[in-house]
């Protein structure tokens, strides 16, 4: 289950609309009447008061909400439908649940949090789920996204874990978790206009028996779409008739449970950083000018460059001596392989450079 959150599901909405007439044959009926009534009491001043009652309905119609079919019916095929739409969000999605299977009963909880920003682009995830092993105790686990690195927290301790690849900020979506897995949203029922978390919302109420919710017996929900732009910015879910998370437990289990998911923040500008202290000691090695296909994976940095690996040998050798690195040992020269060793306080650096397919690969690893 918490790696469900990977899964990018990117789906169409389809909004049904069409406008049907609201008040015309008041407009056409009850005016007629009014007019005959003033006319038998006057001729003269009269008439222009028989204006007056017509124009009424037509006032109070225009200023009812508009009973047209795209605010009766709402058929969604995604929830996260229209997200691509927005600059930046924070979204929210806590779910609990409480079943029983033969005497036992057993119940959980996550809380979901997501901020995306398209400028600089950057994304931030945020887990809490059940450990497996003891239901007593929730797993952590955090993702930053920002440009082309990558950040991870996890554990108790949160160790963190950095990686990065040249050109992989293009990679970056928005919505990493959706409650798209539950499938869309089929004619949910308008009920009338709303602001959600100062977002003009149309507001519908629904059943559903698509995707994981068919196996349950009694679902209802709530949903709050965009006025403008037509992405959910809240929708909440309860069910019955199934034990676990959505009934995904055992076929003998009996429970319930709900979920809440919206968004905040909508368009507004929005700080990610990375975690402290999780930069990587390797971000302040030396980099060749030319270098390309760069990567980092914890400690380890990758990259290429069009420089021989002699000329790359005297680059290290210079550019870390500047910044306070010793040299350990001698160097080791195998052929196109170049293996270069250095020490510096509790640090230790390789240098490994290796000619290939008419270009110089080099990697850095450090170690205490």
Same mark, same amino acid.
């Given at each position: 289950?918490?790696?469900?959150? /990977? ?6 909405? &389809? ?15 009850? *005016? ?12 003269? +001043? ?13 006032? #109070? ?31 929210? /999605? ?17 809380? /979901?949090?997501?901020?995306? !920003?398209?400028?600089?682009? $950057? ?18 686990? @955090?993702? /930053? ?20 690849? @040249? ?9 990493? &978790? ?41 679902? =209802?929900? @709530? ?12 929708? !909440?879910?309860?069910? #019955? ?8 437990? =055992? ?10 998911? @919206? ?10 950083? +990375? ?33 021989? *690996?002699?000329?790359?040998?005297? &680059? ?5 001596? $500047? ?18 060793? &250095?020490?510096?306080?509790?640090? #230790? ?9 008419? $270009? ?9």
């Amino acid at each position: 289950m918490i790696r469900r959150y /990977w899964l990018l599901l990117t789906l169409t909405i &389809f909004l049904t609309l069409a406008l049907a007439a609201c008040g015309g044959k008041g407009s056409d009926t009850a *005016p007629a009447k009014e007019t005959a009534a003033p006319v038998t009491k006057a001729t003269a +001043p009269k008439p222009p008061a028989a204006t007056k009652p017509t124009a009424v309905p037509a006032v #109070k119609s225009t200023e009812a909400p508009a009973a047209t079919s795209e605010e009766d019916s709402l058929s969604l095929a995604s929830r996260d439908t229209g997200l691509d739409q927005l600059g930046s969000y924070r979204a929210t /999605w806590h779910a609990e649940w409480k079943s029983t299977d033969q005497g036992k009963t057993d119940q959980g909880t996550w809380d /979901w949090a997501e901020e995306y !920003t398209s400028d600089p682009k $950057a994304r931030h995830l945020s887990m809490q789920t059940p450990d497996s092993s003891d239901s007593t105790k929730s797993s952590t686990f @955090e993702m /930053w996204q920002i440009g082309d690195t990558t950040y991870m927290q996890s554990g108790e301790d949160l160790q963190c874990l950095s990686f990065a690849s @040249e050109g992989s900020e293009k990679d970056i979506q928005k919505s990493g &978790f959706s409650p798209s897995m539950l499938g869309g949203i089929q004619d949910a029922k308008y009920v009338g206009r709303d602001t959600v978390n100062g977002v003009p919302t149309k507001h519908y109420k629904y059943t559903s028996k698509a995707g994981i919710l068919a196996a349950l017996a009694d679902v =209802s929900g @709530e949903t709050w779409v965009a006025t403008d732009g037509g992405y959910v910015v809240k929708d !909440t879910v309860t069910w #019955k008739g199934g034990g676990g998370f959505f009934g995904m437990g =055992s076929s003998t289990a009996t429970g319930g449970g709900s979920w809440t998911w @919206e968004l905040a923040d909508v368009n507004k500008p929005i700080a990610i950083k +990375p975690p402290e202290g999780c930069e990587g000691s390797q971000l302040d090695l030396p980099i060749m000018p030319d270098a390309s296909e760069k990567s980092r994976f914890g400690d380890m940095t990758t990259y290429k460059t069009a420089g021989k *690996p002699t000329d790359v040998a005297t &680059f290290y050798k210079e550019e870390l001596a $500047a910044a306070g690195w010793q040299p350990e040992g001698e160097p080791t020269e195998m052929g196109d392989v170049v293996i270069l060793n &250095f020490a510096k306080d509790d640090q #230790k650096l390789s240098v490994m450079i290796t000619a290939s397919d008419g $270009a110089t690969q080099v990697i850095l690893t450090v170690s205490k």
